[in-house]
Each structure stands twice: as structure tokens, then as C-alpha cells.
């Protein structure tokens, strides 16, 4: 069943990268601090660099996960689906896009809602824009970039990524439809 | 703290207010997703900052730059892009990620194209989304977004 894959793939991983970063970290900290002895001069530096970036860190990051957990109330995956099936040309490209913008998740918690969608009859573009909006032009994920690689670098990259999906989308309905399909949905 | 980090900050509880003001529940259910998000993200964020010191503090600019500077220009777009194809890191910690490269000598052209596949690609997502959405559309998908990614990072370049 959907919903089962669904809760499989939006949990197991958890737990298990969980793990892994908490293994990695319990190794990393003693190298760091192991090669901070033993070169002094650069150890400090080490000690500088991180505390500058887990200042902007905190600065940042408890504004990005509230912004999370209230999109997350707010908009859930019900009023995302309804509002992806509607419109169509452009509209319906930009309103996808939009959609994938505001909910939040990891990519793979929109698989599922993508496949869905494919099952109710929306356009192939469409769902390839809700997707890769997910993925790369998410609202709090914009405000990570805005602190840390600042607003021209943002912007610029925003703009143009939204431009380059809405193209991308329709060339990959293109080549969708001509391709063989060696395997169906279900 | 940074201007732009006030400006969010500023925006982020003007939205909890008027969050606050619809609902008090549904807030304190967001707060609460939240809370346990962050939680989830501690160690990663951790790791990532101690990574990036030692990256930083050990690893010479001049190697950086050679990989990824603007002079080994599309090679380096290219080891960026693979490069965040391959890698699994949550998304808000890439630009953090992308900020130290910079840092060290990557040019805007890596930089943008290692966050955009970072962000679009994933190889060890491809089995889960082959099992919803199919091979044919998986492999469309993943192999556009990685010439679209190269593509915006030519692009971020010439811009910037």
C-alpha cells in the first residue's frame, strides 16, 4: 500500500541516519581535537572557523525550523494535492511550483504525493515541477542560503531555477511520453 | 547578527504571531514539529560545523581553488555537480556546506551547481522513487536535473 511505503520511507531513514550522525560525530570530535594538540596554531583556527558558523547557525536556524513547523500545521498534504490538481498551462506550472515550495520534508515524503497526483490525472509536468520545487526552491531551506551565501547569490540562483524547472518540466513531459514505458505505476 | 538574519528573524515572528492569532493550537502543534525536527538535526548540525572548521583550518585554499576555483573552470563545475549528486546531506545544511567552500577559493559556478544537485539529484533516493513514480520518469527526472543544475551553474556564473 501507498501509505505504508509512505511511513516506511519517512521513517526508517530517520532512525538510521540518526545513528550514523551521532557515530560520526562521536568520532569527529576527537580527531578535531586530537590535531588541535598537535598543531597548536591551526587548532585555533579550527576553534574559530566553528564558532563562527554555529553562531550564524544559531542565529538562523531556530527562525528556519519554526518557519518548518508551521507550514507544516498549516499547509498540509491534503490542501497541496487539492490545489495541484487545478489549473493548467503556465498557471498550473507556477502553482505547482509554489506548492512544492511551501510544505516541508525531505524529497522522498514527496514521492508518494507525486505518484498520487500521476494516479488523478495530472500532468507529468506538473508533478516534475512539484517535485523539483520540493527539492531546491524550498521557503525556509531560501533562508539558509540567504544568510550563508547572501542575497545576490540567493536571488540570482532562485530566479534562475524556477526559469530552468518550468523548461526542464515540459521538455521532460516530452521525452516521457515518447519514451517506452518498461514499467507501469503500480 | 547579520542584517539578513534579523530581517528573517523579524519575518519568522511576525508569521508565528499571526499563526499565534488564528490558532493557538495549531501553533503550539508547529512549535512542537518543530522542536522535535531540531532534535533530529542536532548531531547533523554539529557534525557539519566541525567538519567545516577542520575543512576549513587544515585544508589549503590554494587545493580548493584549484579543484573548484573559477580557473579549472567546467571540470570544476562537473566534480561539483557529481559531487553533490552522490552526497547525502540535508538540504539546510548545503548552504552552510557551500559557504565554506566558497571561503576557500570554489568559484560561484561550483558552488551553485554542488547546492543544486545536492538539492535535486539523489542516488540514494532513486530506489524509493523508482517504486513510486517508475523508471522511466526517475531516470528523466535525475538526469535533467543534473544538466539543469550544470546549466544554472554556467549561467550563476556569468552573472555574478
Known sequence: MKTDLLNEASQAPWYKKLRRDWIMLALIIPIAVTVSLIFPDRGERVADISWSFFLEMVYILP???????????WVSKDVVVRYLGAGSGVKGLVLSMVMGALPTGPLYVAFPMGAMLIKKGARIANV????????????????????????????TRLLLTAFAIGVMCLFAEFIYKRLPQKETLD | MSPTAIVINSLVGLALAFSLLKSRKKTFMGLKIAWKAAGKMLPAVLLVIVAIGLFLGFVSPSYISRILGSSSGLLGVAVAAVLGSVLFIPAILAFPMGASLMQSGASIMSVAAFITTLTMVGFIFIPVEIKELGTRFTLIRNGLSFVVAIIIAILMGMIL
Open chain 1, 63 to 73: 527562525a528556519v525550523l519554526i518557519l518548518m513547523g508551521l507550514f507544516a500545521v
Open chain 1, 128 to 155: 516534475m515541477a512539484f517535485l523539483s520545487a520540493w527539492a531546491c526552491i524550498k521557503i525556509p531551506q531560501e533562508l539558509m542560503e540567504l544568510q550563508f551565501l547572501g542575497w545576490r547569490f540567493a536571488v
